[in-house]
Each structure stands twice: as structure tokens, then as C-alpha cells.
């Protein structure tokens, strides 16, 4: 593949800005999947990586000062870091409202949480031009630009109208909604029309696929030519190519933690102060698409069915604080807390509480330590694009005795639903069979699933991701792509 100089385009830049107590900026760097994983590539490409820094225009610190601390966030990344500056009232309509309180409930099938406020549409514009302007500015026609993720749909289009030629992909993290619901969108013409400005438009499973697939076919007419790992949308004025790109997490880095001394002890530590007892894991961002009163519910419902059960499983729910200025979550937090109350109210017995709350985010060895030693994860999303957590579990599952239960409506259900036990979330009684089949699974038949699991995770780790997304985009075709036939 030649070498092409690389720009990714994401809402947030891959470090975050903080005011110490004492008032004093720092920056510390970001986590997560795509931050490792285009670190590399970016560094060995010269990239650039243009994104807000997550603090209002209005609050940050001076201009000298900002521009000091990007510096050092530069040197330390070893690529370049270009910050888009929002001001409150962008941030508020083009990130709370238009991306958050209408592109994400409507694309995870929640139509009825969607707040269609018609002030949001040209502030989600505006800050799309925003990004699009930083891109001119930032880029030249040789660089490949990669977008990301729903807040940022229209900066192909926009940068179309800014008279700009530069070839560009556009990878989307969260599902893509069916016809039916995609068509409630008051705004449904200019999101597909700008979804086809790119050249390549990638999605996390087939199914996404076919349903973007299916709304462009009913709104537009437009020719779809199907190769074999691709679609080709024929537009009037050109062509867009569409395809499946199943993200992965950095399979490697959860492995060699869950091998560390540090993370076996707390392993040891967590299983030593809930003796005699199968551990069921919940991680989950506080969303309401990841189903977690759903969850707690089904738990509760197996307590009921199957009294073996009791004293014998813990379920450790840990949720992370998310979006918490915004009321919906906190009425979300207050609910999963009345929930676990009423279950650890109802079951508890001396020596024996059903369920552990944590609400804070892990460091990342406890966490991995956590995924080595509970014997079940339950990752029961209502609808999510991928779902790391199904991934990084089985990756941090070194002794192979771990058992998925896995929604299957999680993108993750497309590649492993071979070895890991799908559920409707919705339907609490399957859940609750299915969490009692699986304490009671033999060892062999639980190893011989996860080991299948681990091996599939390995070969379709983050960085084939990355790699089979840009040979897509830069050399226009996939070769010999594995994962997403239809
Ligand atoms: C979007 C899509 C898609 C969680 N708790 C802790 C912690 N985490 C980290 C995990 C994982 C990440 O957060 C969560 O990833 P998900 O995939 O589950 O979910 P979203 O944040 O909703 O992400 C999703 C993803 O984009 C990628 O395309 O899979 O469908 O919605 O990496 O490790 N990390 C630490 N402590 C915690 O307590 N350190």
C-alpha cells in the first residue's frame, strides 16, 4: 500500500485537557481502542489527528498557553495535534443535542428518546464546518482524511463546499438504523447525501450495511453494484464504496496484562473475598442502550427460578460514569440503583450479597482483572455497534474457563455468535436459562468455546481493522479481506 500521509478526524482529540485544584492546565492522555491503535499508524505516517479537546471555548486557558500544551501533547503522541474550539452553546446543540439526543437514540432503534429540537440542525452543520475548515487548513490533496463516528457526518459534504479535493473514508462506530426507523429523521435526505459525499463509507457489521444499503435504494434509487466483500453505490456524480469493517480491540495489550503478577493478584484477591462462588460480569458505560436495568432484572429473575443459584453467584455490576450533566443518565443511575437495592434487598442473606455495585470507572489492570477471574460476563446491550467489553474479556480470559453471554443485538454477535451464548435482552426468561445453562457448563465444553473465541479475536484484532479499512480506502479495494462477506 503506498504511503500516504494520514488525517483522522474524530470528535475528541486523543488527549484530554484538565484544570488541576490549584488551577494549573495539564494534559493526559486518552484511552481506548482506536487511540492504540492509530497511534502507530499516525506516528509512522507523519498524521495528524484533528478533534475538540472536551472544554468550552470560553473556559480554556489562554492562547499561548493552549498552544504550549498542545505542543507537549504532540511531542508526547509523536503526531500532530490540531484542536477544533467549540463554544457552550456548540457544544450544547451540535454534540448534546443533534449527535447525542437525536443521532444516537434513533440509530440504536430508541426512536422515542429522540428530542427532533429544530434549533440543533445548524449548529450540527456549523461545527461540521468547523471540523471541515480545520481539515483545509491542516491537510494537503495527497493526505488521506478518515472521519469518525456520528457527530461528524457531514464534514465530507462540507469540505465538497469548501471547493476541497482530498479522498476520504468515514467509519461509523454505532449501528445504522433499518428503513423504518432511519425514515423518522426529519433531516434523512441531507445525513444520506452527506453519508455519500465520501468515497468510502465503512460500518461495523453486514447488517449495518444492508440497512444503509437498503434507505439509500429507497430514498435516492441509486444502482448498488455488489462485489464480493463491497458495495459500490453508483450516484449520479460518482460512486461511494460501502463495506463491513468489524472494529477489534488491541488483543495483545489485554493478554499480556492478564499474564502480569499484579493483575493475577487482584484476580486472587477478588475471588478470596467472595469464596465458594461463580462471579458474573457487568461493564458497562451508564447508557440506556446497554440494557443494564434489563440485565439486573434478568439476574433477579434467575435468583427466583433457580434458588440453587443463591449464595453460590455474585454478579458484579460496574457501571462508568458517562454523561452525567445530562438528566436522562442521571434518572438512568437513579434507577439501576433502585433496582440493585430491591435485589440485594430481597436476596441477601449473612455471607451473601447477589449483587456488587461499583459506579466508577476501573483502572485498566483492575479491570483486566475482573475479566480473568469472573467465570461468566454478561454483555446484554438493547443495541450497540460492536461492544469492546464482549471482546476484551475473552482477550483477558488467559485460562480459558470463561463463558460469553452476549446480546444479539451487539455488532459483537455477528462475528462470535458460534461460542458465545446469545440472548434476546428483552427476554427475561431466556436470560435467566441461559445464565443458570451456563454456571453449569462443564469445563471442557467452556474452554473448548473460549479458546475459539480468543483465537478469532487475535487474528481480527484492532490493528487488522485499521489496516483493512485504509487498504480499502487508499487502494479502493479490498483484496483479500476476511471478514465481512455477504
Ligand atoms: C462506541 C460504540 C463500539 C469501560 N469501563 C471501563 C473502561 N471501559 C472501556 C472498555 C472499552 C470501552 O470503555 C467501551 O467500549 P464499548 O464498545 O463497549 O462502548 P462505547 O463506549 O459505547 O463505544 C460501540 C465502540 O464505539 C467502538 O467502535 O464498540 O458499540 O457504542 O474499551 O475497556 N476502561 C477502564 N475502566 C473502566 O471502568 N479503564
Not at 132 to 150: C, K, L, M, R
Not at 270 to 299: M, W
Amino acid at each position: 500500500m503506498e504511503k500516504r500521509r494520514l488525517a483522522v478526524i474524530s470528535n475528541r482529540l486523543p488527549i484530554v485537557l484538565k484544570k488541576e485544584q490549584r488551577g494549573k492546565w495539564q494534559i493526559e492522555p486518552g484511552s481506548g481502542g482506536l487511540v492504540t491503535a492509530l497511534g502507530p499508524v499516525l506516528k509512522n505516517r507523519d498524521g495528524i489527528w484533528i478533534g475538540w479537546m472536551g472544554t468550552n471555548a470560553e473556559e480554556e486557558p489562554a492562547g499561548p498557553l493552549l498552544e504550549d500544551l498542545i505542543r507537549r501533547g504532540t511531542r508526547e503522541t509523536g503526531y500532530s495535534l490540531k484542536p477544533v474550539h467549540l463554544t457552550k452553546e456548540e457544544v450544547n446543540k451540535y454534540y448534546h443535542g443533534f449527535s447525542n439526543e437525536i443521532l444516537w437514540p434513533l440509530f440504536h432503534d430508541l426512536f422515542s428518546r429522540c428530542n427532533f429540537d429544530l434549533s440543533y440542525w445548524p449548529f450540527y452543520e456549523q461545527v461540521n464546518r468547523k471540523f471541515a475548515q480545520a481539515v483545509v487548513s491542516n491537510t494537503d490533496e495527497n493526505d488521506y482524511v478518515w472521519v469518525q463516528d456520528y457527530q461528524l457526518i457531514l464534514v465530507g459534504r462540507e469540505l465538497k463546499r469548501l471547493g476541497l479535493k482530498r479522498q476520504t473514508g468515514y467509519f461509523l462506530h454505532i449501528p445504522f438504523p433499518p428503513l423504518d426507523i432511519f425514515l423518522k429523521l426529519p433531516w434523512r435526505f441531507e445525513i444520506l447525501e452527506a453519508l455519500m459525499e465520501y468515497d468510502l463509507v465503512g460500518f461495523q457489521t453486514v447488517r449495518d450495511l444492508r440497512n444503509f444499503v437498503g434507505c439509500v435504494r429507497a430514498l435516492f434509487n441509486y444502482k448498488v453494484a455488489k462485489e464480493k466483500f463491497m458495495n459500490r453505490i453508483l450516484r449520479p456524480d460518482g460512486e461511494v464504496l460501502v463495506g463491513a469493517f468489524p472494529i477489534s480491540i488491541d488483543y495483545r495489550e489485554f493478554e499480556d496484562l492478564a499474564r502480569t503478577g499484579e493483575v493475577a493478584e487482584m484476580a486472587w484477591s477478588i475471588h478470596e473475598n467472595l469464596p465458594n462462588r461463580q462471579l458474573v460480569l457487568g461493564v458497562d458505560r451508564l447508557d440506556y442502550t446497554k440494557g443494564i436495568p434489563h440485565r439486573l432484572l434478568a439476574f433477579a429473575h434467575a435468583l427466583e427460578c433457580y434458588p440453587d443459584m443463591r449464595r453460590k453467584v455474585t454478579l458484579i455490576q460496574v457501571v462508568v460514569p458517562s454523561r452525567v450533566d445530562v438528566e436522562e443518565y442521571g434518572n438512568l443511575k437513579q434507577e439501576i440503583e433502585r433496582i440493585v437495592g430491591e435485589i440485594n434487598g430481597r436476596f441477601t442473606e449473612v455471607g451473601w450479597t447477589p449483587i456488587h455495585y461499583i459506579y466508577r470507572s476501573l483502572p485498566r489492570q483492575e479491570l483486566v482483572a475482573y475479566y480473568k477471574t469472573c467465570e461468566i460476563a454478561l454483555v446484554t446491550p438493547l443495541k450497540d455497534g460492536m461492544n469492546l467489553i464482549a471482546k476484551e474479556y475473552c482477550a483477558s480470559n488467559i485460562e480459558e474457563k470463561g463463558i460469553l453471554i452476549l446480546s444479539e443485538f451487539a455488532g459483537a454477535a455477528s462475528q462470535l455468535h458460534r461460542d458465545a451464548l446469545l440472548v434476546n435482552p428483552y427476554d427475561r426468561q431466556r436470560m435467566a436459562d441461559t445464565i443458570h445453562a451456563a454456571l453449569r457448563m462443564q469445563d471442557d465444553e467452556r474452554q473448548a468455546r473460549m479458546r475459539r473465541l480468543r483465537r478469532f479475536i487475535k487474528r481480527h484484532d484492532i490493528i487488522n481493522w485499521v489496516n483493512s479499512f485504509l487498504h480499502a480506502g487508499i487502494a479502493r479495494n479490498l483484496g483479500d479481506f476476511p471478514q465481512a462477506e455477504f
